[in-house]
């Protein structure tokens, strides 16, 4: 059994930067790919970045290039993203999420419970 645990979210200011982090426990085998996706209230559940199991990141939302890049620690099978110049738009609950393959959908095998950022002055 895969398990996922996101940390680092909070309260930051317009401008601001947070580090989110992701452990991941149990086994996962293979071509695994990483994404972290966010959800504000009364929207859908949205692809933020994905990364491959080599630490290769696969894409970004376009809403986020440039302002967030999203890492891995191989050894520790950590994931991160640093997030750069938030926007209240920024604010939502951030999940990171699992999967045999890449898809900008939330169709991954495997979530966390989810960190809550919230952008504001």
């Known amino acids: 059994q895969v398990q996922l645990v996101e940390s680092g979210g909070g309260l930051v200011q317009p401008g601001g930067s947070l580090r989110l982090s992701c452990a991941t426990s149990?086994?996962?085998?293979?071509?695994?790919?990483w994404a972290w996706f966010r959800q504000a209230p009364g929207k859908e559940r949205e692809f933020v970045a994905g990364?491959?199991?080599?630490?290769?990141?696969?894409d970004y939302a376009d809403s986020v290039k440039g302002r967030f890049t999203i890492s891995k620690d191989n050894w520790k099978t950590i994931i991160f993203l640093q997030m750069n110049n938030l926007k209240p738009d920024d604010t939502a609950a951030y999940f990171c999420?699992?999967?045999?393959?890449?898809?900008?959908?939330?169709?991954?095998?495997?979530w966390g419970q989810g960190t809550q950022v919230t952008v504001s002055s």
């Open positions: 990364i491959d199991w080599r630490g290769n990141p696969i």
């Open positions: 149990g086994t996962v085998y293979g071509n695994y790919v």
């Open positions: 999420a699992v999967n045999p393959g890449f898809s900008r959908k939330p169709e991954y095998a495997y």
